[in-house]
């Protein structure tokens, strides 16, 4: 009942906001997706491993073989669920670890519990605090008592899923061992005792670690590169593994995604994952984690909340403002060209003119939103942009193409390519800033990085840009449709 009473005040809420065509939309997409996920426990249980196969990992040998210490800050977490999280730890096939438990809670429920495991299993190190000091400076406790070469982050009440550590150690094995390493997750409801709502993950995108923390769990990390970022910080506590992943990312030379979902969030009444308003202070703080990353990092932005929550928007300065509405008044007189081409005959173009900038699209007829060119621009202008890449809608209002980032692995969808004007799409991504594995059907690119006179395919530009170190980045708020 709780949980119905919260869905219908979260939809009033958003139709009162927003109106109630993107509300029908939004529970439209959600329906949509679930029916394309219903084979998901079933295809889950067949990505994990079995007897024999934990078996054959438990007898692995690997020239590094870390010790992996697991930080939970613990706080009144229910028994049941404290227990199947340490079961969830202790039962990995990789064992050479140590669960690291740092109590806050002012009873006894969790030490009781944390007391009896650790007399049974060494690998359980826990700490009574004296207080409650929230969950950042909990964290740091957890921290503190660690003594692993690389250190991970489990919430008191969530899953490892079977072979976890293992696929963590697998990948530290090959070539350079990586600073920092995630997995794809899921969402565990335990009333129902199923798996559901994967999160398949890309590549690391710091783009898109700007629109919201995808990366989340599980990431591990070296336990050097998180003293030296400075752990948790109280000041962030409700996005403090966004603040937290962000400064470690920020010093990791390797970062490492592993696609497949190894880790389940659990879903239950009070958890952000059942009820994104039970902690609305979470995503101020995500909005401050992000603010904070561009500081550091020297990047001029403003953050910007989504309606969707926990997701954001970055609005980079721009130079020019233009209000112009269609091609037709554009093309040659505000210092881009603009060239079209065609993706039937191979994307191949001749590059000519002296304009600043070169707008490649494969629409000839096109409307476009009022901040199209002031959007595109401002994302073009960054030193590391080699496209600033437009949201396309055909003649029929659904996306042109895909918008696909590397890494991802999704077995229930064919991409984004077709979805309607005025829908979000998986895990909103069709609205979210991001890097991008291929360019949408416009882009905007800067004249100093083309050769003129130069005859060269898309694809080829785009191999050109990405091995000289730019970036495919992706704008949704530029807009254009094509015309009829």
Known sequence: MGKLTGLWGRGWRFMRQYGAVRLWRKVKEREDRNRAERDYESWLAGCLPDEEETERQKSA???FSPLISILVPAYETPEPFLRQMMDSVLEQSYGKLELCIADGSPSDRVRRAAEEYARRDSRVRYQ????????????NAALAMAQGEY??????????LPGALFEIVRVLNEGEPADAVYTDEDKFDPDKNCHFQPNFKPDFNLEYLRSNNYICHFFAVKRETALAAGGFRREF???QDHDFIFRCTEKA???VHIPKVLYSWRCHASSTANNPESKLYAYESGKRAVAAHLERSGTPGIVWDTENYGFFRVQYPGSSEFFIKSFEKFDGQTGINVVYYDKACNNSVTIFGEEDYVLFTCVRRGRINRG???E????CQRRDAGMACARVYGKDKRLRCDISMEGVHDPFSSGLKGLKAGYTGYF???LLQQELESPTDCFLIRRELLGDGQTVSVPELCAQLKEKGYHIYYEPWAVMYESR
């Open 376 to 379: 595109l621009l401002a994302c």
């Open 128 to 139: 009574k605090l004296e207080k409650n000091l929230g969950i950042s400076e909990n964290t």
């Open 428 to 430: 909103h991504r069709a």
């Open 372 to 374: 199209f060119f002031r």
């Open 237 to 239: 506590d409700g996005a």
């Open 151 to 160: 250190v991970g982050l489990l919430d008191h009440d969530d899953l490892l």
């Open 253 to 255: 030379r390797k970062v």
């Open 61 to 63: 040998v690997f020239s």
